[in-house]
Each structure stands twice: as structure tokens, then as C-alpha cells.
């Protein structure tokens, strides 16, 4: 494990990436509306990145992957695939994740959207999903382990009875997408790795309603849950700082 310390500079670069990253997501909100296809947010979204940011979308490119963001609507855990014949309707819900590289540092974020008038079971499991990301990111300061982190998430799912998604994981990030450590959304308290000043890394939970498996489309991206039941996800990019933790791809609507 190779695990990297960013200087105050780097996480500076960060601070922008990251940013840039959170106002993807601010610009595309009032256009996550019944009738709208997940192609076009991709649409508005690349063009937004590349010609008003000029900035990079790091997903383009990444492992072949094709698009902007990824767009996971209901039983989809992540890595769905926008496409002009996936249109919203009343009542999905969706997570739009979304990764851009400024001056060749990356900020990874994503939040979930209510479609429309949604049953009040998902806008529970919505709910739940922040509040486990939010309950991680509460705790992180130097000192804490990894599994202290993957405890808080866990412990809160299922306390609502949901389940934790273990197949796919948060990620350190710096001037590379996804390196080490892997930010495991489960665990136990005290164990693995200690988190130090300058380290950089996503708290990415995936909670689902029913059980915990996962399944990968023949597309080779798109994960669905294995029972067919939906999943919620939110995601920020943070930087660990000697009192606590900035939060580097923090919304304006956000209070935490
Ligand atoms: N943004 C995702 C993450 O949180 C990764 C997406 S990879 C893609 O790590 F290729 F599917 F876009
Ligand atoms: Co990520
Ligand atoms: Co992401």
C-alpha cells in the first residue's frame, strides 16, 4: 500500500478540483426532472465542464469508459450508463456521480435526486444513505482507523434495516483517480489502517433496501442490485486536516 500525503499546495489544487467537481452538481439539479434522459444531463454536464470550467471529465476515457457522469436510477448501485432512451419518470430516483480534473488534480462527488413525487420508502432510503455519509465524515480527524469509519456507515444502515454494499468502495485521490487506501463502507471499530494529516481519499456508501449482493450488466459497467430492490448512493471527496476533515467537494445547499 502506498499510501500518499498531500502538502498544503496539492490540497490547495484539490480545494479548486473539488469545488468545480460540487458545482456540477449545483448547475445539473434543476434539470433532474421527470422526462429528461439521462443522455441529455450527460450532454449539459460535459459541455459545462469542458467549455465554462475548462476543466477535464475524468470519467471519459477511464477503464473505456464513454461519458460525464454516471446515472444510477433505482435498483442501479453505480456505473450506470447515461443513454438518450433512459428518460427520468415521476417517482425514480437517481445518483449522478461525477469526477473532474483541474490542473491535473481530481475532485469525485456525487449526490442522489428525488424524481418528481417519490414514495416515501425511497426518499427514506435517500435519506439514510447522506446521513451514513455524513455520520463517516463526523468522525474523521488523524488518530481514527479506516474500520472506524466502515463501522459508522454500517452501523447506521442497518440500524435501518439496510444493507451495505461491499463489492465496490471509497478510494484516496489526489492527482491520480482512484489509489490507496480503499475506504471500506463496512468494518470494525479499530481496525485498519490510522488516518494521518494530508491524507486524501472519498466516503462513497452504497446502502441498499434489500440484500447486499451486486451484479454487473452485460454492458460491463452498470451494477444492479441482485434482488432487484433499489440503492442509494452520495459521495464526497475530503482531505484530512490536523483538526478534522475538509470537506473539498462541499455543495452550497449543504449545511454539514
Ligand atoms: N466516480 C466513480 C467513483 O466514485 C467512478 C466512476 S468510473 C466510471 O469512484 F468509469 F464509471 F465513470
Ligand atoms: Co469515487
Ligand atoms: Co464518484
Known amino acids: 500500500m502506498n499510501i500518499s500525503i498531500k502538502t498544503q499546495n496539492e490540497i490547495g489544487k484539490m480545494r479548486i478540483a473539488g469545488k468545480l467537481a460540487a458545482e456540477v452538481l449545483d448547475m445539473i439539479t434543476p434539470h433532474v426532472l421527470p422526462g429528461i434522459s439521462t443522455g441529455e444531463l450527460d450532454s449539459i454536464c460535459y459541455k459545462y465542464i ?14 473505456g469508459y464513454e461519458k460525464t457522469i454516471c446515472s444510477s436510477i ?31 488534480w481530481y475532485g469525485d462527488t456525487s449526490k442522489m435526486f428525488l424524481v418528481g413525487k417519490c414514495k416515501p420508502h425511497n426518499e427514506r432510503l435517500v435519506r439514510v444513505t447522506q446521513e451514513c455519509l455524513y ?29 451495505v454494499v461491499e463489492d465496490y468502495c471509497g478510494h484516496g485521490i489526489g492527482n491520480i483517480y482512484h489509489e490507496d487506501p480503499q475506504i471500506l463502507h463496512f468494518g470494525k471499530p479499530g481496525t485498519g489502517i490510522e488516518v494521518k494529516e494530508g ?17 454487473v450488466l452485460s454492458d460491463g459497467w452498470t451494477v444492479e442490485t441482485k434482488d432487484g430492490r ?6 464526497h471527496t475530503l482531505a484530512v486536516t490536523a483538526e478534522g476533515v475538509e470537506i473539498l467537494t462541499k455543495r452550497s445547499e449543504e449545511t454539514i
Do not use: R
Open 135 to 163: 455520520k463517516a465524515i463526523e468522525i474523521v480527524k488523524p488518530g481514527i482507523c479506516l474500520g472506524d469509519i466502515g463501522n459508522a456507515i454500517q452501523v447506521h444502515a442497518e440500524k435501518n434495516y439496510y444493507s
Open 74 to 104: 433505482n435498483n442501479v448501485i453505480c456505473h450506470g450508463i447515461p443513454d438518450n432512451n433512459k428518460v427520468l419518470k415521476n417517482g425514480d430516483i437517481v445518483n449522478i456521480d461525477v469526477t473532474v480534473i483541474k490542473d491535473g
Open 230 to 235: 433499489n440503492s442509494a448512493q452520495w459521495e
Open 50 to 63: 469542458t467549455e465554462t470550467q475548462k476543466a477535464i471529465p475524468a470519467n471519459i476515457g477511464y477503464n
Open 199 to 215: 491524507m486524501c481519499f472519498t466516503i462513497e456508501p452504497m446502502i441498499n433496501q434489500g440484500s447486499k449482493y451486486s451484479k
